[in-house]
């Protein structure tokens, strides 16, 4: 085989890879297309209780950290700005509008070390897992830049109340 014909295959076996790619996130995106990340401001009278830089790293299906979803706004890594309030969570990713999260969609916040394709060490992700709709459970995972994952856990944590008392 010649250089050429060599370098044609290798051409057409990129072409047809990256067509492959293409469809399986056109596929993906109208999988996902029901789902609409809550955009919006926090209430006017919402205490701002820290703000911390972040990596947004991605939204998963609940419990499948390896499982991306496609929903508008929230389907690739971005650098953020994540702020916590007393009405609930922030989030500023660059070139998107705000996402807010209110307590209520909240339904539990905890560390994890591994999302789609990031590593890290033990625990460095903080995982918030919020109601997208009345019947999705989803996880978002947050790298925080300038405080550890345990701390913003745990003041994100702070904010949920028991739902219900055994009496």
């Known amino acids: 085989m010649t250089r ?4 044609a ?11 492959i790619l293409a469809w399986a996130w056109w596929r993906r995106t109208r999988r996902d297309a029901g789902l609409i990340a809550p955009v919006g401001e926090a209430p006017a009278d919402a205490e701002i209780r820290s703000t911390h830089e972040a990596l947004y790293v991605a939204t998963t299906r609940h419990g499948e950290p390896l ?9 690739f890594r971005s650098r953020a700005d994540l702020t916590v309030t007393s009405a609930g969570v922030a989030l500023d990713l660059t070139g998107q509008p ?4 209110p ?8 560390q994890a070390t591994v999302a789609i394709d990031r590593v890290v060490e033990k625990d460095g992700l903080v995982r918030i897992a919020w109601r997208i709709d009345p019947d999705t459970l989803v996880d978002s995972y947050i790298r ?9 856990s745990a003041e ?9 008392t055994d009496e």
Not at 9 to 19: G, H, S, Y
Not at 67 to 75: D, K, S, V, Y
Not at 103 to 108: G, L
Not at 144 to 152: E, H, I, K, L, N
Request: hydrophobic share 60%.
């Open 98 to 101: 705000r996402f807010f999260l």
């Open 144 to 152: 925080p830049q300038d405080a550890s994952a345990r701390a913003v």
């Open 9 to 19: 295959v290798m051409i057409a076996v990129a072409v047809v890879l990256v067509a």
């Open 103 to 110: 307590t209520e969609r909240i339904v539990e916040v905890a």
């Open 4 to 7: 050429e014909g060599a370098l």
């Open 156 to 164: 994100i944590g702070a904010l949920l109340t028991p739902t219900g």
């Open 67 to 75: 499982e991306r979803l496609a929903i508008r706004g929230l389907g």
